[in-house]
């Protein structure tokens, strides 16, 4: 193994870098299978699954959506998990030794930082368990990740290359290295295995192999007890006895030990608050010899929780309980209320906590709201903590930010008194009269709290894992307690699960991002906003910056009032049109493509990125074809076919640099071949004025090739905003320039006849008349 990583268990996972003859070796090791596929009676019985998914090609890491995601469902009873990475890179200059970062995750997507930006306030968020591969120390291009005793359900791999150097490249003009990743997952499962049943001893004997056996925690199960009982061992003292309970989620490991090798007896682990509604994996191990036996039974206890739960009937009948002054807006509670508070006592039985049932109102996708039965607010009282539920199990809600704001009014809360609320996953925390740090058994919660000079609280949790979570509210008085027995504070919740948070801001789009049907959602940041929301102002532009983006943008296509001048006194009609088509779109498509306060769109964004993608590539169409001096016909008939070609290749790829630069080159193809037949024809070189060459077709050539030489190599995120603005102005200059002379012929445009109305009708005498100049 080259690296470990170690849970509260021990060696829960283990990065390896091998081939895949070492996931081969691993299969090999593993007791061996009876004729029939399983193991033999008195071994474990384990079978394994090969799960795969089709590759996908890596990109330079600059936001969420350059990552690419794979999700894979391991099955119940899994004891071993291993992920084969495979990597596969062409070959070339171009194809360097890179790191790749590959990121794993439990019951969501790893929430991933490789930029180092700050998260908005009042995020949560755990760093995820990564592993960094340079493809120099892979052999063959493949790598293994395993994990022990994983939890079942949806798995997340995240991979991605190194950030991405903020070059902005040609699709399809420079050559690019292409990095191919796929990881394939293979499970080893259990057959069999023995269920312990509440408070009935299970026997075990224990040889060289591990015993598999599970527990099913109920719904309100408050408090588990795992004992060991009658543990025997020949030629060893106390219990040689190792018990690994829980499962290992990444990136958190919080699985239970429990070691009995101490003669102390009794030996039990207490679990407080285990998940529920679920099984619980317990793996028991013997720490004799190879050739000793160890028996003992194994003991499940549960303490259940009962819940009175607020419901519509309880919550009419609380309601006749309250009153309503209308001098301060105010509710006040009835007696029952403060029996609660007091004797921890509903109806005449006890109960450990307050369930307020919560209505799920799915408003689209990612994007749910829950809200309290007929919106009441919370009431937080002293020894009995207030639960209310979240579902987020469906396996299509991980992929956005859960919000939590809570909110009291000030007159509530008085100096000594503090509401303390914790959100945990699995199950709820109810322990707030011994400890306040939101840990159930095996999940770390995310703390909030209220006061007296706090009355609002705020909590974001990014790509929450897919469970049950759970918001239980108490109110505690560390300084004196007698002064809450009385107390009753109400809490106002506003619970949310949204794509992106605040919409990704000004300064960002929310974009929904899909694999296989599971959809996320990301923030991709303009103007040099960055972060998880783009909320990082580190690198962000002013306003002023901005305006002044815009202004270079914008006004450097004004340059294209030279082409046109020029088209209209040298009589081309149609070019003209097209250089003003050209202007209009890429004024006003750079003024809506910037982001914040500086922005005007007239149309929206995709049409006027159409329409300006469509006027460039045009308009070096019909230069082109132009300067062939081609008859009259026949140009303008290649000018539409050439249109149409254009538009249909921006249909299919508009940012693909060969479906312009075809169209371009084929028009690039005619021109040579007209000058070359005039230069036959004539013997001698066309154009044949010398100044023609040295004023404008020198000229205008080296300000397309600058133009081209920018565009396609010196454009960055930075400077986008200058080089771009470059681009134009040389692009509108060397289209003026390049433009040929009138025909020799043709006479500017005359007014032929007057008619009596003072009319005029204007035509050009010569146009029927084409001569070869």
């Known amino acids: 193994m080259g690296r470990a990583g170690t849970g509260t268990g021990g060696e829960a996972v283990a990065v390896a870098v091998a081939g895949p003859l070492l996931l081969l070796l691993l299969l090999v090791a593993r007791p061996p299978p009876a004729a ?9 019985e384990l079978v394994s699954e090969h799960f795969s998914q089709a590759p996908q090609r890596l990109s330079f890491y600059s936001w969420y959506g350059s990552a690419r995601l794979f999700r894979f469902h391991v099955p119940p009873d899994t004891v071993l998990l291993r992920w084969l990475l495979q990597v596969s890179w062409g070959s070339g200059p171009t194809c360097t030794d ?5 990121h794993f995750r439990y019951g969501a997507p790893p929430v991933i930082n490789p930029l180092g930006t700050s998260f908005p306030e009042n995020t949560s968020v755990q760093p995820s368990f990564q592993v960094s591969m340079p493809l120099s120390s892979m052999l063959l291009g493949n790598a293994s990740v395993n994990v022990s005793h994983p939890a079942p359900g949806d798995w997340f791999v995240a991979a991605h290359l190194p950030p991405s150097s903020q070059k902005i490249q040609v699709k399809g003009f420079v050559p690019t290295c292409a990095y191919i990743f796929q990881p394939d997952m293979l499970v080893m499962r259990v057959v069999e295995v023995s269920i312990v049943e509440p408070d009935v001893p299970l026997p075990q004997t224990l040889h060289s192999h591990p015993s598999y056996l599970k527990i099913f925690v109920p719904e309100y199960t408050q408090e588990l007890r795992l004992e060991l009982q009658g543990c025997a061992s020949n030629g060893s003292l106390g219990c040689p006895v190792r018990l690994t309970v829980g499962s290992v989620t990444l990136p958190s490991n919080f699985q239970k030990v429990l070691t009995c090798t101490s003669p102390t007896w009794p030996c039990r682990l207490l679990l407080p608050s ?19 036996a160890v028996a003992f039974s194994a003991v499940a206890a549960l303490t259940a929780c009962r819940p009175w739960s607020m419901t519509f009937p309880h919550l009419l009948h609380s309601s006749q309980n309250q009153s309503y002054n209308a001098s301060t807006g105010q509710l006040s509670l009835g007696p029952s209320h403060h029996d609660l508070g007091r004797n921890g006592r509903w109806g005449g039985g006890p109960f450990c906590l307050l369930n307020y049932p919560l209505i799920r109102e799915d408003l689209d996708v990612v994007s749910v709201r829950f809200q309290p039965l007929d919106r009441v607010l919370v009431v937080v009282h002293l020894d009995t903590p207030s639960l209310m539920q979240l579902r987020l199990n469906t396996g299509m809600d991980s992929g956005g930010s859960l919000t939590i704001s809570l909110r009291t009014n000030k007159t509530e809360i008085v100096n000594n008194t503090l509401v303390v609320a914790c959100v945990n996953a ?14 159930t058994a095996f999940f770390q919660g995310y703390p909030l709290s209220l006061s007296a000079s706090s009355h609002r609280a705020n909590l974001i949790i990014p790509y929450p894992e897919t469970d049950n979570w759970y918001l239980s509210l108490q109110l505690v008085c560390p300084e004196s307690p007698e002064d809450c027995e009385q107390a009753v504070v109400r809490v106002e919740t506003t619970l949310y699960l949204v794509p992106c948070l605040n919409d990704c801001g000004p300064y960002g789009q929310c974009l929904l991002l899909r694999r296989h049907g599971y959809l996320y959602a990301g923030c991709s940041c303009k103007a040099g906003w960055r972060g998880w929301s783009c909320t990082d102002n580190s690198t962000a532009q002013t306003v002023a910056q901005q305006r002044v983006a815009v202004l270079l943008l914008t006004l450097s296509n004004l340059m294209f009032l030279a082409p046109i001048a020029v088209c209209v006194h040298r009589f081309f009609l149609v070019e003209a049109s097209v250089y003003a088509y050209t202007m209009f779109f890429s004024m006003f498509y750079h003024a809506c493509d910037q982001p914040g306060k500086a922005v005007l769109c007239i149309l929206n964004y995709d049409t006027l990125q159409y329409c300006d993608f469509l006027g460039s590539g045009v308009s070096t169409w019909v230069t082109i074809l132009c300067m062939a001096r081609l008859q009259t016909v026949l ?3 290649l ?29 690039f193809v005619i021109m040579v071949s007209m ?3 005039r230069c036959g024809h004539r013997r001698q070189c066309y154009p ?9 077709l020198l000229p205008g050539i080296s300000m397309a090739s600058a133009g081209i030489t920018i565009y396609t190599s010196l454009m960055t995120a930075d400077n986008y905003y200058y080089t771009h603005s470059i681009w134009h102005v040389l692009l509108a200059g060397s289209a003026a320039l390049l433009l040929p002379p009138r025909e020799e012929h043709t006479e500017p445009w005359t007014c032929s006849q007057r008619l009596p109305c003072h009319y005029q009708i204007c035509r050009n005498d010569r146009d029927e008349l084409y001569t070869v100049t």
């Open 36 to 44: 029939s596929g399983y193991s033999r009676k008195s071994e474990v």
């Open 426 to 439: 699995a199950s709820p925390f109810l322990s707030f009269n011994t400890s306040h740090n939101c840990t």
């Open 98 to 102: 890179v790191e790749i970062t590959v």
């Open 675 to 677: 000058w070359v037949y």
């Open 274 to 292: 285990p998940p529920w509604d679920r099984w619980l994996q317990v793996t028991a191990e013997s720490l004799a010899g190879s050739h000793e």
């Open 635 to 637: 140009k303008y008939v």
């Open 688 to 696: 044949s004025s010398w100044q023609r060459w040295a004023f404008y």
């Open 639 to 667: 000018f539409l076919l050439g249109t149409l070609v254009i538009a249909m290749s921006l249909q299919l790829d508009r940012r693909g640099a060969w479906n312009m630069m075809g169209p371009c080159l084929f028009a």
